[in-house]
């Protein structure tokens, strides 16, 4: 009996590690907040819509793969919170007006497809491979629905029209073939990256 309660005592967490935890879970989501920043230099842009092809979509996904559910939305807050604020961080720049552009949508939904994808891995089995890389194609399909719906408004405002083909043919369409192998990359490198960090 007294062993038992001595290995119940010695799994429970002190509040230095609880502490120290918080600190790097912190910290890794301040540095994939940094990457995905980074990733929105990395930009191609297509001459028939105003979307460019950046690095963002990766580092979101893999965010939400490495960071799980709760610091992958954190670290995507952060980024959009030092967009906002008027730091050079977006495709577009930084600043309010930044997130009321083309790309406001795909913005504002990178929170939600990180906390998707990390929701998705919760447990042993969305752990594997397979279940990886669905969870990387749900955050996907979430960034496409936030993004193509907020460039059909986009759009209407600036009298661009509204035809759906069009909005998906600049929106959704065109990023699919690129975003599907991100999200193939991401699905790959997580285990390793998420091995190196002590959080869940």
């Not at 002190?14 to 910290?27: D, E, I």
């Not at 977006?90 to 990390?118: M, R």
Request: with cysteine; hydrophobic share 55%; glycine share 14%.
């Amino acid at each position: 009996m007294k062993q038992r309660i001595v290995a119940l005592i010695g799994s429970v967490p002190s509040a230095a590690m609880v502490r120290r935890r918080a600190a790097v879970g912190l910290a890794a989501a301040t540095a994939f907040a940094a990457l995905t920043a980074l990733g929105a230099r990395v930009q191609f842009h297509l001459p028939f819509t105003p979307v460019p092809v950046t690095g963002q979509v990766f580092c979101v996904l893999l965010a939400g793969c490495v960071l799980g559910a709760r610091l992958g939305f954190v670290s995507q807050v952060e980024y959009l919170a030092a967009g906002a604020a008027g730091l050079p961080v977006f495709a577009f720049g930084g600043g309010p007006t930044a997130l009321l552009g083309p790309t406001g949508g795909y913005l504002v939904g990178f929170p939600i497809a990180a906390l998707v994808v990390g929701a998705l891995l919760r447990g042993r089995r969305g752990r594997g491979a397979g279940g990886r890389m669905a969870a990387c194609l749900c955050g996907v399909a979430v960034i496409y629905i936030f993004g193509g719906a907020w460039y059909a408004l986009w759009c209407a405002a600036t009298g661009a029209g509204v035809e759906i083909a069009a909005i998906a043919g600049q929106s959704v369409v065109p990023f699919i073939a690129v975003d599907v192998p991100k999200a193939g990359l991401a699905a790959a490198l997580a285990p390793t990256l998420r091995s190196r960090l002590s959080f869940d």
